[in-house]
Antibody, heavy 118, light 110 residues
Framework: EVQLVESGGGLVKPGGSLRLSCAASGFTFSSYTMNWIRQAPGKGLEWVSSISSTGNYIFSAGSLKGRFTISRDNTKNSLYLQMNNLRADDTALYYC???????????WGQGTLVIVSS | QSALTQPASVSGSPGQSIIISCTGTSSDIGGYNYVSWYQQHPGKAPKLLIS???HRPSGVSYRFSGSKSDTTASLTISGLRAEDEADYYCSSHTSASTWVFGGGTKVTVL
């Protein structure tokens, strides 16, 4: 079964850091571009970042101003998101998603919740 | 990059057809044939319905179809069913090699 399982979310204080992980199974992880997409409570979807299959190409939302860094380890079939200097408006459910064609996501995890609050 | 513009809500009766619009700019929808649509039920992850403007992935019902004209993309749901009640999001590739999503449309089946 093709599956993505996120972990690492939790409660963090403003200015703090968190590292999210996404474990992939059931497909050849190293062949796919991967994405992080978030959804604030009661709000819409927001694309965060994408990383190519080899990790050579990375694109991120300009609004993040370099605070978030996407990475991957193909030997571990894992995707990561390092989040620094977290703000209250980073509070959201963070989804890991497999890229399909161009700028589409066909497989999504269940999400991991990040809450930034003092 | 501003979000794509979708109507907040659309409603229809069972069996009817509804259309959800998604308006962008020449830097996103108007510049590429890379528009996608997603369905999201409450508490669930989004599901890909349409990619590349009008391509339906395997397993997606034929009742969902996509199109595009200039800077506006559209999702048509034909033969509306109770299970189609959900939130729908469009997204597009952009000239900055990023993605942009629409604000979402809540579909209500009357």
């Amino acid at each position: 079964e093709v599956q993505l399982v996120e972990s690492g979310g939790g409660l963090v204080k403003p200015g703090g850091s968190l590292r999210l992980s996404c474990a992939a199974s059931g497909f050849t992880f190293s062949s796919y571009t991967m994405n992080w997409i978030r959804q604030a409570p009661g709000k819409g979807l927001e694309w965060v970042s994408s990383i190519s299959s080899t990790g050579n190409y990375i694109f991120s939302a300009g609004s993040l101003k370099g605070r978030f860094t996407i990475s991957r380890d193909n030997t571990k079939n894992s995707l990561y998101l390092q989040m620094n200097n977290l703000r209250a408006d980073d509070t959201a459910l963070y989804y890991c998603a497999r890229n399909w064609q161009v700028a589409a996501a066909d497989i999504w995890g269940q999400g991991t919740l990040v809450i930034v609050s003092s | 990059q501003s979000a794509l513009t979708q109507p907040a809500s659309v409603s229809g009766s069972p069996g009817q057809s509804i259309i959800i619009s998604c308006t962008g700019t020449s830097s996103d929808i108007g510049g590429y044939n890379y528009v996608s649509w997603y369905q999201q039920h409450p508490g669930k992850a989004p599901k890909l319905l349409i990619s590349d403007v009008s391509h339906r992935p395997s397993g997606v019902s034929y009742r969902f179809s996509g199109s595009k004209s200039d800077t506006t993309a559209s999702l048509t749901i034909s033969g509306l069913r109770a299970e189609d009640e959900a939130d729908y999001y469009c997204s597009s590739h952009t000239s900055a090699s990023t993605w942009v999503f629409g604000g979402g449309t809540k579909v209500t089946v009357l």
